[in-house]
């Protein structure tokens, strides 16, 4: 069993281990040592560390039967070889997993409400809690009641129990672990079993704000970031709103007001383009039909587009099919990329499958069919009028078989 000493001192970044067994697997060493102070990768919901062993890069660190495996690219050459962590990194996860402890504990101590799981991403963590309600009042009060307790700066006390002591101790959460107990205390007012690594003083966690909450289930989940992560998370948000700002030449105050405010305009473009898209629907297709080639006893429409879209040149289409005898292409030009539409009226017993097939040869496209639509492409810019001109002369001959 691997000897946990980042348990016991979790501001420990250089340590001297043994290398008891390694295991060779995926072009990757896996690597068991008589200690570390490499915590593993979402143990109780916390992230692992990062580091290098003997100057080696550690990949990843996961636990397997009280033994931490060290995932190495390579070999280290020694058998005694020296574990360094990166601080950065374990500081920060410290400050979210000890901030978690004291969110948890602030809705157990207001409202009751039991912390069910806890996760911790790379740009936020989030715990599940059981509960039958949730606003932003509440939200409030947790994130000041949290701080409040950040601010007192209360001794963090680690300690080892066992199944007889702990009838003793008011756990916020029961625990299945029956031996060897460890237990976080925040000086008296929260006491967890927990393996994680955690601070000396509440003080250390830096600033804990509650930045989401939704329901998920039967349960909440409420997302937060703590110190590191708070600073980097405002920095974000403050850098967003000075653009905002200074684009909008608008107060902070202002900012929110000024967004509703586009936000209705453009739902009132968004209306006013879908009346005006309509009617250049319907005078594009009036045009087209004015405008086809009669051939034999056929009407064709050939065109290249830039004003409509895929979805907009279908209903052209669907509008122009519902007519006897008309057989139509049309290609649509976008910035990357060329599409055609091809499709004609049910009375006519046209093979344009054929007309289809050798179009998408002569491109080397793909394509499909939808109902009795079919739609191609290729991912050249500006071919749509090569498309459309090549299968105008494709339709006359199947016209013509």
């Known amino acids: 069993m691997t000897e946990k000493v980042y348990l016991e001192n979790p501001y420990l970044m250089k340590l001297n281990a043994k290398i008891l067994e390694n295991k060779f697997k995926n072009n990757k060493f896996y690597v068991k040592l008589n200690r570390t102070i490499f915590y593993p ?7 692992g560390d990062k580091g290098s062993i003997d100057g080696i890069e550690v990949l990843d660190v996961y636990e397997k039967n009280d033994d931490i495996i060290h995932v190495l690219s390579d070999l280290p050459k020694n058998e ?13 996860n410290m400050q979210q997993h000890t901030g978690q402890h004291i969110v948890s504990n602030a809705f157990s101590k207001l409202l009751d409400f039991e912390t069910i799981s806890f996760h911790m991403n790379k740009d936020f963590n989030y715990i ?11 939200i409030d009060k947790i ?3 949290s701080n409040r307790i950040v601010f007192s700066n209360f001794e963090i006390y680690c300690y080892i129990i066992d199944d007889k002591t702990i009838s003793k101790i008011p756990l916020r959460e029961t625990t299945k672990k029956e031996t060897d107990i460890r ?15 955690h601070h000396r003083r509440t003080g250390e966690v830096g600033l804990i704000k509650l930045i989401n909450w939704y ?11 703590c110190g590191v992560k708070a600073l980097e998370d405002y920095n974000l948000k403050n850098n967003i709103i000075t653009k905002l700002k200074n684009d909008l030449s608008i107060s902070t105050n202002d900012t929110l007001e000024a967004i509703n405010k586009i936000k ?20 594009k297709t009036i045009w087209l039909k004015n405008n086809s080639i009669k051939y034999k006893n056929i009407k064709i429409i050939s065109d290249a587009v830039d004003e409509f879209d895929l979805n907009e040149t279908i209903k052209i289409i669907n509008h122009i099919t519902q007519y006897n005898n008309y057989v139509i292409i049309i290609g649509i030009n976008e910035n990357d990329k060329s599409q055609f539409v091809l499709a004609k009226s049910s009375n006519l017993n046209i093979n344009i499958k054929n007309v289809f097939d050798k179009l998408l040869y ?15 492409g290729c991912k050249e810019s500006n071919k749509a009028q090569s498309i459309v001109t090549n299968g105008l002369n494709l339709i006359k001959e199947e016209v013509d078989r």
């Open 41 to 47: 990768n979402m143990s109780g919901g916390q992230l």
């Open 143 to 145: 994130e000041s009641y």
């Open 362 to 376: 002569s491109i080397n496209g793909n394509g499909v069919r939808n109902k009795n639509i079919y739609q191609g």
């Open 80 to 92: 005694i070889v020296e574990l360094h962590i990166n601080w950065d990194i374990r500081f920060k």
């Open 183 to 197: 237990i976080v205390e925040i000086n008296k007012l929260d006491f967890c079993a927990c393996g994680g690594t």
């Open 215 to 225: 329901k998920i289930k039967d349960n909440y989940r409420v997302e937060f970031v």
């Open 264 to 283: 209705l305009e453009l739902e009132n473009f968004k209306k006013s383009n879908t009346i005006l898209k309509t009617k250049l629907i319907d005078y």
């Open 128 to 138: 599940d809690i059981k509960a039958n309600f949730l606003n932003q009042n509440v």
